[in-house]
Nanobody
């Protein structure tokens, strides 16, 4: 079992910043990548940013230049620094991890419960 716990969400005005954190714990053997997804009201979940264990990053076009993802492999923790926030960034942000639990032979996909980000105009 793997648990992902997000924190750092909240209410912020447009142009402001937030820093999200996600800590993975549990029966982890290895994590290949971690990332952030978001789901706005009435919309499908979408990729925000990902980072591999080697530090390679990928971002949605809508957040490039504004958001930065980082991780601490030793702590199995991923961060999302969100700057220049826009109202369209309003969503529930979900932490994601892809990896293996102890004794597993297939990769798993794990999710946190989500943290709300609300950006006012």
């Amino acid at each position: 079992q793997v648990q992902l716990v997000e924190s750092g969400g909240g209410l912020v005005q447009a142009g402001g910043s937030l820093r999200l954190s996600c800590a993975a714990s549990g029966n982890i053997f290895s994590i290949n990548a971690m990332g952030w997804y978001r789901q706005a009201p009435g919309k499908q979940r979408e990729l925000v940013a990902t980072i591999t264990s080697g530090g390679n990053t990928d971002y949605a076009d809508s957040v490039k230049g504004r958001f930065a993802i980082s991780r601490d492999n030793a702590k199995n923790t991923v961060y999302l620094q969100m700057n220049s926030l826009k109202p369209e960034d309003t969503a529930v942000y979900y932490c994601n991890a892809v990896g293996y639990t102890v004794g597993s032979i297939r990769v798993g996909n794990f999710w946190g419960q989500g943290t709300q980000v609300l950006v006012s105009a």
